[in-house]
């Protein structure tokens, strides 16, 4: 029985003193799926298969896109959100994306699909504010920082 006590005080001990604050002063690292590509080459000529996207949504430095596209399953797509690298002169600034899919999937079925990206390289410095264009979507999302 004393065993059992020193061992539970013991295990007890190890867990309550434990922190789980190991960042020693360096910033969060975002649990996005993927980065964001800055290339004005791939922006103009990455692949470019049929999708259509359903929701845009900002949580932190995370642009979340959910987007169909026909398939099996989706498990084989290449999934690219690229930046054309421009930052347009406007109050707010604009930036144009495009969400590349490279799908080599033969079936009929229309999965769908939601990843994030990790918008943080687009802020721009001075500014607070982008508006994203998303080229094959018909909607804008501002990007606040």
């Keep these: 029985m004393k065993y059992q006590i020193l061992i539970s005080l013991t295990f007890f ?3 309550t003193s434990c922190s789980n604050d ?3 002063g360096t910033p969060p690292v975002n649990n996005c799926d993927f980065d ?18 359903t929701d845009l949504s900002i949580l932190d430095d995370c642009l979340q896109i959910t987007f169909s596209a026909s398939g099996c399953d989706g498990n ?12 347009s ?4 600034a604009q930036r144009d994306l495009r969400l590349s899919l490279e799908n080599n999937e033969a079936c009929t079925a229309v999965p769908s699909k ?7 390289e ?24």
């Design 36 to 53: 964001t590509i800055i290339s004005d080459d791939l922006y103009a000529n990455a692949p470019s298969d049929q999708l259509s996207i």
């Design 22 to 24: 190991d960042d020693n």
């Design 114 to 120: 939601t990843y994030t990206f990790d918008i943080s």
């Design 76 to 87: 084989s797509w290449v999934v690219k959100l690229i930046d054309s690298g421009e930052i």
């Design 13 to 15: 001990s190890m867990f």
């Design 89 to 92: 002169d406007s109050s707010p």
């Design 122 to 145: 687009l802020q721009i410095p001075n500014d607070s504010e982008v508006n994203l264009n998303i080229t094959n979507s018909d909607d804008q999302i501002l990007y606040e920082y």
